[in-house]
C-alpha cells in the first residue's frame, strides 16, 4: 500500500488554459472544452490563434461528419473556448497546458511568463516530450506546482497522458492534475520525469530496429509493416507509422533519447538519410511471411528490453508501461504481456541477445522474473490509504475495468486488508479511467461455456457474490465512486457498497438479458431493495441506460457532485458511517406509469405484446427492447426479482446462484456473449 497527501477539498477546476494553439494545443484544449470546461487558448498573435480555432472546428466538423457529435454540440464546445494572444487573459486560470515549439528556450519564457500572470496556487503543466519537468519547473518561482502532461497526437482521439512529477512537485497538485485528466475523459498513467518518459522511451527503439533490419537486409519495409501489425495487432507498421506522423520526428526523439541513453536509442543511419532526403518511406512490393517471425521478435525484444529497464530505473510500472503501449500506441498487447506471451524463459533469451549486441545489462526485473519461472503478474486492483481512507481502484481502465478471476482475487485481498487494517476508517471501491466497471469478463465466460465448465462460472459468481456480501456487512462505511459506466456486474458492486456517490458523467444500465443471462451478483436481489420491484424490472429486463441524475432520481444512488467534488463527498459520506438497512424509496411521480406496469405485466406478456403501454414512450421503448432479449434470461430475472422482497439477502443470492447452470446451458446465453460486439444475437428461447 502507498501514503498519499489528500487534496484540499472541494477545490474546482473551472478555468483552463492551453499555451500554444499547434496541432497537440488546439486539440488539448478542444478535449477540454468538449468535457465541458472553459479554456483559454494562447498564441503568439491574433492569426496564429485563428488558425488554432480553425483546426478545432474542422476536427469537430468531422466529428459531426462520423455522427460522433450533433452540430449543436459543436457550437457548445467553440463557445467555451476563447483565443487569445495576451498572457495576462490567463490571471485566473485554474491550470495551464504549454504545448509551444519544443524548444526549451522558448518553453521556459512561456513558464516564466506564466509564473507572472497565472494566480500562485494555478498548476502550470507542460505537454513537452523530451525535455525535463523539472529543468522547466526550475525556470519558476512555484516549481512544487509544475507537472508534465504528455499527450499523444491526436490528443482529442488518443485517450493516453502520462502525468510527470518533477523532482519537487508536491504530490497534492500531482493528484489535482492526475484527477482533471480522469475528468477529462483520459487514461492517465504516471511516470517519473526521465527523458521520453514511459512510452516514447520503448517505442523509439521499436522504430529504430525496424529501421536497422531494414538497412542489414533482414527485409523489405512491406515485410516489416506486415509482420508488425500481425505480431502487434496494430493498424500501420513502423514505416507506414514515420510517413504518418512524419520522418523528422522520429529522427528528432531518437537523437534525444541517444544522447541520454546511449548508441542503441541513437537514431540508424538509415533514418538521418530518410529525415535529410525529405522523402517519406517507400512502402511496397510484397510482404514475404517467411521473414515475419524473426522480424516480430527483433520488435518485440527492443521494446521488452527497454520496458524492463525501465522498471528498473523507477520510471514507470509494469502495468503502465503496458497500459501505454495499448493505449497510447493502440498494441493488441503490452511488452510485459507480450513476454508472458513468448513464455518468460524464451523471452529472457531473446532479449539477452538484443542486449549483448548492444553491450547493454540485463535487466534486473526480468532476470528476477525469469528465476521464478512465472510469468509477469499485474497489480490489476490499487490500494491507495489517505488520511484513514482505504481507495480501492480497479486498474483495466482500457477493459473498462472489466471484472476477471486475477481482479477478484486482488479485489478479494485489498478489501479484507483494508477492511482489517486498524487505520482504516472507511473504504472506497473505483474504477481507474474513464469507466467505473463495465461487468464481468465476457470472453471469460464464452472460454468456459465452450470448454464445458460451467461450474467454474458458478464458483467465480460465488466468490464475486461473497465478496459483494462482505462490502454490505463490513462495519466499516464501504463507498462507491461512480464516475462513467458501470455495466452489469459493476451496478451490482456498486450496490453492495453502503453509498454511491456519482458524477454527472456516471451511467448505470443491466445489459444482460441482451446477452443471454441475467445479473448473478446479485442484482436482481440489490435493485429492487433500492427502486421497488417495479422499476427494478425496467431496469434489468429492458437494459435500460439511466445517467446520473435520472439514477438518483430514482434511488439508484446517493448523491451527484461535480468531478471535482467527488473527494470530499466521499469523505462526507464515510464520515456519516455505513447504512446498512435499506427499505425501497417511494416510486417518484414521474416513474409511477414504469413501476406499475412491470408490476401488472409478466415477461410472457411482455413478450406477446399484449401488454398496453398506453401510449407512454418510455414504456413503449422499454416493450421493443425486451422484445430482443433472450427470454429464459427474462424469466429468470423476472421471478428473482419478484422473489426478492420477501426473502432475506441471503436467501434471495442463493437462488440467484441456483440458476447460474440453467442460463449457462441455454444456447441463447453462448449466442449472446460469443455475439457481443461482433453482430446482433439471434435468441431462440432455448
Ligand atoms: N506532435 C506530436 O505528436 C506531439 C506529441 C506529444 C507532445 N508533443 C509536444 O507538444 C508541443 C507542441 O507540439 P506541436 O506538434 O503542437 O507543435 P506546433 O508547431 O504544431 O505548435 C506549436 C504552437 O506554439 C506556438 N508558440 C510558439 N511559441 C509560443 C509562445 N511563446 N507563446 C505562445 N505560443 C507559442 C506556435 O505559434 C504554434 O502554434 C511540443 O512540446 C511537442 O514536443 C507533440
Known amino acids: 500500500m502507498t501514503l498519499h497527501t489528500r487534496l484540499p477539498p472541494d477545490h474546482p477546476f473551472e478555468r483552463l488554459a492551453v499555451v500554444g494553439a499547434g496541432n497537440m494545443g488546439s486539440g488539448i484544449a478542444q478535449k477540454m472544452a468538449s468535457e465541458g470546461f472553459t479554456v483559454t487558448l494562447v498564441d503568439l498573435d491574433d492569426e496564429k490563434v485563428a488558425r488554432g480555432l480553425r483546426i478545432i472546428e474542422k476536427t469537430l466538423g468531422d466529428g459531426v461528419q462520423r455522427g460522433i457529435f450533433g452540430a449543436s454540440d459543436v457550437g457548445a464546445i467553440l463557445q467555451r473556448i476563447t483565443g487569445t494572444s495576451r498572457f495576462e487573459d490567463l490571471g485566473d486560470v485554474d491550470l495551464v497546458v504549454e504545448a509551444v515549439f519544443e524548444d526549451i528556450d522558448v518553453k521556459r519564457r512561456v513558464f516564466r511568463r506564466l509564473d507572472e500572470v497565472c494566480r500562485p496556487d494555478a498548476i502550470l503543466a507542460t505537454n513537452t516530450s523530451s525535455f525535463s519537468v ?183 510500472t509494469v502495468e503502465d508501461t503496458d497500459i501505454g503501449a495499448r493505449v497510447g500506441l493502440r498494441w493488441r498487447r503490452g511488452p510485459f504481456e507480450l513476454m508472458n506471451q513468448y513464455g518468460i524463459g524464451r523471452s529472457r533469451d531473446m532479449i539477452a541477445s538484443f542486449a549483448a549486441r548492444w553491450n547493454l545489462p540485463m535487466p534486473a526485473t526480468l532476470e528476477d522474473q525469469a528465476r521464478t519461472g512465472q510469468p509477469f503478474r499485474f497489480r490489476l486492483v490499487r490500494s491507495d490509504i489517505a488520511e484513514g481512507i482505504a481507495t480501492l481502484t480497479i486498474n483495466r481502465p482500457d477493459a473498462m475495468n472489466a471484472l476477471n478471476e486475477e481482479v477478484l482475487s486482488q479485489l478479494e485481498a485489498a478489501f479484507h486488508a483494508a477492511a482489517g487494517n486498524p487505520a482504516v476508517k472507511g473504504i472506497v471501491i473505483a474504477g481507474s479511467g474513464k469507466a467505473f466497471v463495465a461487468g464481468a469478463d465476457i470472453r471469460y465466460f464464452v472460454r468456459h461455456i465452450e470448454a464445458g465448465t460451467i461450474g467454474a462460472i458458478a464458483d467465480f459468481t460465488r466468490r464475486g457474490q461473497a465478496l459483494l456480501r462482505a462490502f454490505e456487512t463490513c462495519p466499516k462505511p464501504v463507498v462507491a465512486r461512480l464516475h462513467g459506466l458501470a455495466l452489469g456486474g459493476g ?196
Open 491 to 686: 451496478v451490482e458492486l456498486a450496490l453492495a457498497c453502503h453509498v454511491i456517490v456519482a458524477t454527472p458523467k456516471a451511467a448505470l444500465a443491466f445489459p444482460e438479458t441482451g446477452i443471454g443471462i441475467y445479473p448473478g451478483l446479485g442484482g436482481t436481489q440489490r435493485t429492487p431493495r433500492r427502486v421497488g420491484r417495479g422499476l427494478a424490472k425496467w431496469l434489468v429486463l429492458s437494459g435500460q441506460s439511466i445517467g446520473a441524475e435520472e439514477a438518483l432520481a430514482i434511488g439508484m444512488l446517493d448523491r451527484v457532485v461535480p468531478y471535482e467534488r467527488l473527494d470530499s463527498a466521499i469523505t462526507d459520506a464515510i464520515a456519516a458511517g455505513p447504512v446498512n438497512t435499506r427499505s425501497p424509496r417511494p416510486v417518484p411521480e414521474a416513474y409511477r406509469p414504469i413501476a406499475d406496469f412491470f408490476d401488472r405485466h409478466g415477461v410472457d406478456e411482455l413478450l406477446r405484446g399484449t401488454a398496453e403501454s398506453a401510449g407512454d414512450v418510455r414504456l413503449a421503448k422499454a416493450v421493443k427492447r425486451i422484445g430482443s432479449k433472450a427470454p429464459v434470461a427474462l424469466r429468470i430475472a423476472s421471478e428473482l426479482i419478484d422473489r426478492a422482497l420477501d426473502v432475506s439477502v441471503d436467501d434471495g443470492l442463493a437462488l440467484e446462484l441456483s440458476h447460474l447452470h440453467e442460463i449457462f446451458a441455454t444456447n441463447d446465453a453462448h449466442e449472446g456473449l460469443s455475439s457481443l460486439g461482433r453482430k446482433p444475437p439471434v435468441f431462440t428461447g432455448r
Open 134 to 316: 523539472t529543468e522547466l519547473a526550475a525556470a519558476t518561482t512555484r516549481p512544487e506546482r509544475v507537472v508534465g502532461l504528455h499527450y499523444f497526437y491526436h490528443p482529442a482521439k488518443n485517450g493516453l497522458v502520462e502525468v510527470v512529477s518533477g523532482t519537487v512537485t508536491d504530490p497534492g497538485a500531482y493528484r489535482r492534475a492526475w484527477r482533471l485528466q480522469e475528468a477529462l475523459g483520459k487514461t492517465p498513467i504516471a511516470s517519473r520525469d526521465s527523458y521520453g518518459f514511459i512510452v516514447n522511451r520503448f517505442f523509439l527503439p521499436w522504430l529504430n530496429e525496424a529501421v536497422r533490419m531494414l538497412d542489414e537486409g533482414v527485409a523489405h519495409t512491406a515485410t516489416i509493416d506486415e509482420a508488425a501489425k500481425q505480431a502487434f495487432g496494430i493498424g500501420m507498421g513502423p514505416f507506414e507509422l514515420m510517413n504518418v506522423t512524419g520522418v523528422p520526428i522520429a529522427f528528432h526523439t531518437a537523437t534525444t533519447l541517444g544522447r541520454a541513453f546511449g548508441p542503441m536509442y541513437e537514431s540508424p543511419a538509415l533514418l538521418r538519410a530518410q529525415t535529410e532526403s525529405g522523402q517519406p518511406w517507400q512502402i511496397a512490393g510484397t510482404p514475404d511471411a517467411g521473414q515475419f517471425a524473426i522480424v516480430g521478435d527483433r520488435l518485440a525484444a527492443a521494446a521488452c528490453y527497454v520496458a524492463a529497464a525501465l522498471v528498473d530505473e523507477g520510471v514507470g
